[in-house]
């Protein structure tokens, strides 16, 4: 059995690092591209969200590459997410893609139902071998995550462009080809020090951007156009509302594991404009305002795919939240139409505004200090 799973930024080396200490064989799809996303405009329906055309598209070409099984995470509902492995499982019979699917999804009727669609993953491994798996799953998105937000702080700062992309690339793949959690363990650590050599100037004054919204969207570079190194180059210093290794403390263990930042403080800081969910991460993009102004973000993006019902939901009450904190807010909405040009242009008069503001802040910070000096 050949297992293949969609792309999600660098969920892969999370998931492949989980499957292959299970012992199952892994064919992945190339990484996505523009031939992904043709292949999925074509067949999937016109209307379906961005990640479902990718899903598609990564799941033809894994074909190609003789992947026989898909393994998919599966939802209830409110949004589309909850049918998607369906109706790209049916896609794909109509095409004449011979594939097994197995949708891991909260259970109807009784955890059963969740443990026997593990199984036919699993097989016979122990449940002791597949918990010790995902911790390994888990483990290896920290270790993702570490180097990703290390990326964050030099590549705004680095003196030489592209240096922060390269040193990112070469600890990912350290982190990827770890097998054990002692190799995993060296490769962070390695990586965290690539990160670090990376020639930067520390004084360099940076505008500190929160990116926020669909999860998608957020963590595939194909999905969102590069938009983390298109403002690094920029001179932003950005932060992501979710990162894989909180994802899954707060959905998988939990929240079992303290000290780890959760999307449960954008859901209570949602409170006073929505109380309730509305699917995807509506409710955490609304909340995750309030926090990043406290914090002293300069501004705010919201990123998600056209025709996205939570995030249109969040979209809407956004500007409400964004006067309220005085922090200002674009939206960017991709989908298989959306130009990277445009959004360079569109992503620097947003910097271009927010400096100034700062500079603005900081001119009136002055002018009242004179002032008390010389009364
Ligand atoms: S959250 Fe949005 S993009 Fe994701 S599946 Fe639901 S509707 Fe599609």
């Known amino acids: 059995m050949k297992v293949t799973f969609p792309h999600m930024g660098n969920l892969y080396i999370c998931v492949k690092g989980m499957l292959e200490y299970l012992g199952i064989e892994v064919t992945m799809p190339p990484k996505t ?41 599966g939802g209830c509902g409110p949004c589309r997410f909850g049918y998607y492995a369906q109706v790209e499982h049916s896609i794909l019979q109509d095409l004449g893609y011979d594939y097994d699917i197995v949708v891991l999804e909260p259970p109807d009727k009784s955890i059963t139902e969740l443990t026997s669609r593990v199984r036919q993953i699993t097989g016979k491994k122990s449940w002791w071998k597949v918990i010790q798996s995902i911790r390994y799953g888990y483990l290896k998105s920290r270790a993702v995550d570490t180097v990703e937000l290390l990326s964050f702080k030099t590549r705004p700062r680095e003196l030489l462009t592209g240096e922060t992309d390269r040193a990112l690339n070469q600890a990912l793949k350290e982190i990827d080809r770890a097998q054990t959690v002692e190799e995993l363990k060296l490769a962070e650590a390695r990586g965290s020090e690539m990160m670090q050599d990376v020639a930067v100037d520390s004084n360099r004054r940076v505008i500190k951007i929160a990116l926020i919204g669909e999860i998608f969207t957020l963590l595939e570079p194909f999905a969102n156009l590069n938009i983390e190194r298109h403002l690094g180059r920029l001179g932003v210093e950005v932060d992501r ?29 949602a409170s006073p404009y929505l109380n309730h969910f509305v699917g995807g991460h509506g409710l955490e993009t609304v909340g995750s305002v309030p926090v990043y102004a406290k914090q002293g973000y300069d501004g705010v993006i919201q990123l ?18 964004s006067a309220a904190y005085n922090i200002p807010l674009m939206t960017l909405i991709t989908d298989e139409h959306t130009g990277e040009a445009g959004m360079i242009t569109r992503l620097e008069a947003f910097v271009d505004l927010l400096e100034r503001k700062q500079y603005q802040n900081y001119q009136g910070a002055r002018s009242q200090e004179l002032e008390v000096r010389m009364s």
């Open 304 to 321: 998600f795919p056209f025709t996205c019902m939570p995030e249109i939901v969040a979209e809407s009450l956004l500007p409400k939240v």
């Open 241 to 269: 509302s979710i990162y894989l290794s909180e994802w899954i403390n707060d959905h998988l263990f939990m929240g079992l594991l303290k000290g780890i930042r959760s999307t449960k403080e954008y859901c209570r800081n």
């Open 33 to 73: 591209s523009k031939r992904t996303l043709t292949l999925g405009s074509k067949y999937g329906p016109e209307f379906a969200c961005m990640p479902l055309k990718l899903n598609l598209g990564n799941f033809i070409e894994a074909s190609e590459l003789g992947a026989e099984t898909i393994m998919m995470a």
